[in-house]
């Protein structure tokens, strides 16, 4: 996997580490959902808050990337 990518468990795909913290800050609460809009754009895939809220918390790259 290239420098910067992760394989995230929400979204079953690689995605770089901007991504990972921006769906970390949604999450977490800081931001509002509206902010994945470019992300779900950019990797064609769909963010579950909700499943967010359950894995995110488990993946090693959390806390934010």
């Known amino acids: ?11 079953q795909k690689a995605i770089d ?12 609460r ?4 509206a902010i994945l809009g470019i992300i779900e754009k950019q990797y064609d895939i769909c ?3 909700n499943k967010a809220h359950e894995i ?3 993946c090693i ?3 934010f990337g």
């Open 1 to 11: 996997m290239e420098e910067g990518m992760y394989g995230c468990p929400l979204v």
């Open 61 to 63: 790259r959390y806390p």
């Open 47 to 49: 963010i579950d808050v």
């Open 17 to 28: 580490e901007g991504a990972c913290y921006e769906i970390n800050l949604v999450a977490e």
């Open 56 to 58: 995110c918390p488990s």
């Open 30 to 33: 800081y931001v509002k959902k």
